[in-house]
Structure formats: structure tokens, C-alpha cells
């Protein structure tokens, strides 16, 4: 990239309200220093201690999710990576996070995200608290959505987006997922 | 029984279970990679506490600014415990300290409250910005 490009990304971030963005490996470690950074990030830009919070929930949820469910990317060491970006447009703050999946589990993805999208913040906090109490592990096979993308539903004010791309060059296995909410 | 101390880190809490003095305390934020790594051995440590406690006053003081999904269903697994002996053989006074303006932790400790009633809960409003710093 040459510098002015670099300086095209950099406007098209701002213009794009973006305030952090992170593209690379993910580990628990980077995950601790980044979400001690974005901490630092929103307190600078004075977002009101619940909304900080609730977006920290949902990166942790995020990021964590990422670096738990994914395959290693090809053509790495082993690597689990993971983009985020956080910003703010019209006076909202949102998280996206994206990382690969195993094409197999794209129907179960959507399957776990579309009821979210539809139920009312009344419905998901029900479907927090009887997922918390039921005993099945939430990382398994179980039917209704996990309890991480629960507390993601939970701590946004609309419903959460989500897509999946085929990744060029290895369409049949896997895919990018991507998922946003607003807080 | 021999008492649990763990020091603080950037996504695990303090744990300082002191079974000697009937006085259990989390303090911190609760994110660790595995939460059933970190949060197994305080179960066992907990349990073996309350299979020989009999006819104590337990206080838990819970004092997590956070805590991610993964960590919400083993804290569940510390109330039921707790909430069990309770029902048999000790009293709980569950210490709920919270931030005034972090509706999520006192919603979430009333979810507590409804789920595990034989505990004594008690709401504490602190200023948690001077814990979490």
C-alpha cells in the first residue's frame, strides 16, 4: 500500500465513524490488551458507563466466540484470526466482528440468528434467563441460540445483522461471518 | 479445609474463599479463555466446604463489574451450591454489590434473587468505577 492509500483508508475509517479496528491473530492475551485498549478508547470519547459496558460485553462475546468456534485460517500457522471494528454513527455506538466458519455450519448459524433478530427485547431477555437455567452446554448441538448471542441480543437496542460470504478460493469449505449489533 | 486465593488478573477476578472465617468474596472482572478451567476448582473447593459446614453464617461478597457468558453459567453453579446448603444446613447472606448506574448487574442479581430463593440477598450500591480501575 502506498502511503496515500493508506491515507484513504484511514478517511474512509473516520468517515465511517470508526473509533478501534483490529485485523490479526486472535489469542486470549489480545483479546485482554484489546479490550483494556477499546476501555480506554471509549472513556476518551465519553460514552456513558452502560453503553462502555455493554459494548465490551459484546466484544468479549464477539471475540471470544471468534477465537473459540473458528478454523484456523489457511495458509497459516494455525492461526485464529478476527476483525473488529467499533464506532459510532448517528449517536449509536456498534461492534462488528468477523472471522471465518466452516462452511458446514452456516445453516446452523443462520438457524441460531434469524429467531433473535424477529424477538423483542422482552423475549430475549426470557430466552436469556431459561438458556441460563437449562443444562445443556450452549457450545454443543443444543437448538436455541447459545447463551453468548443472547447476551450480544441483550445488550443491543436493534436487532443484531449478521452475513456469510464464501471465501474466494475456498468456496466449498469456508465462509466469513460476520455479525453487528448497535448498541 | 484449606482456604482459596487467587490474585487478580486482567480477565480473571480475585478470588479469596476464605472458609476459615465462613467469608467468600469475587472481585474483578470475569473473562478467562476457559471458565470451567478457572471456575472447576473453586466448585470442588466449595463444595467440600459446605458438605462438612454445618449450622454457619456464610457471607459471599460478589463484587464482578463483569462477567462473559461462559462464566454466568459456572457462577449459576456457585449459587446452586450455595443455595442448596442453605436449604439444609446453613445461612447464606449473599452481598450484591453493585454500581447504581449498571442496571445489568442489580437486573442480573435479581434473576439470581428469583432462581435461588433460600439465599439471603442483600443489594450493596458502591461506586465500582473504584474497583474496576
Known amino acids: ?183 | 479445609m484449606n482456604d482459596i486465593y487467587i490474585a487478580r488478573t486482567l480477565e480473571s477476578p480475585e478470588v479469596d474463599f476464605r472458609f476459615s472465617g465462613n467469608v467468600l468474596s469475587l472481585v474483578g472482572e470475569a473473562y478467562p479463555e476457559n471458565a470451567a478451567h478457572f471456575f472447576q476448582p473453586l466448585l470442588t473447593g466449595l463444595a467440600a466446604y459446605l458438605k462438612s459446614a454445618d449450622g454457619r453464617d456464610i457471607e459471599f461478597n460478589f463484587q464482578l463489574t463483569y462477567f462473559n457468558s461462559a462464566s454466568t453459567k459456572m457462577l449459576y453453579s456457585i449459587f446452586e451450591l450455595l443455595n442448596d446448603s442453605a436449604c439444609t444446613k446453613n445461612r447464606v447472606r449473599l452481598n450484591w454489590f453493585y454500581d447504581e448506574e449498571d442496571d445489568t448487574i442489580l437486573d442480573f442479581g435479581h434473576g439470581v434473587q428469583d432462581d435461588f430463593s433460600a439465599l439471603d440477598f442483600r443489594p450493596v450500591t458502591v461506586d465500582l468505577g473504584q474497583i474496576a480501575a
Open chain 1, 1 to 183: 500500500m502506498q502511503l496515500e492509500g493508506f491515507n484513504a483508508f484511514c478517511n474512509n475509517a473516520d468517515q465511517n465513524g470508526i473509533i478501534f479496528y483490529y485485523n490479526g491473530s486472535l489469542s486470549q492475551n489480545v483479546i485482554g490488551t484489546m479490550g483494556d485498549a477499546l476501555k480506554q478508547r471509549l472513556e476518551s470519547q465519553d460514552a456513558k458507563g452502560p453503553i462502555s459496558r455493554k459494548l465490551f460485553s459484546s466484544f468479549v462475546e464477539m471475540v471470544q466466540n471468534a477465537l473459540h468456534y473458528s478454523p484456523e485460517a489457511p495458509d497459516s500457522k494455525g492461526e485464529k484470526l478476527g476483525t473488529v471494528a467499533v464506532g459510532k454513527r448517528d449517536g449509536k455506538y456498534f461492534i462488528m466482528c468477523g472471522n471465518l466458519v466452516r462452511k458446514q455450519y452456516a445453516d446452523r448459524i443462520r438457524a441460531r440468528l434469524e429467531p433473535l433478530r424477529s424477538m423483542s427485547l422482552d423475549e430475549i431477555k426470557q430466552a436469556y434467563r431459561a438458556q441460563l437455567k437449562s443444562d445443556n452446554n450452549d457450545d454443543g448441538i443444543s437448538k436455541g441460540a447459545g447463551l453468548g448471542l443472547l447476551t450480544v441480543a441483550r445488550d443491543a437496542s436493534e436487532p443484531i445483522e449478521y452475513s456469510l460470504i464464501d471465501m474466494p478460493g475456498h468456496e466449498t469449505e469456508l465462509s466469513f461471518f460476520n455479525l453487528k449489533a448497535i448498541i
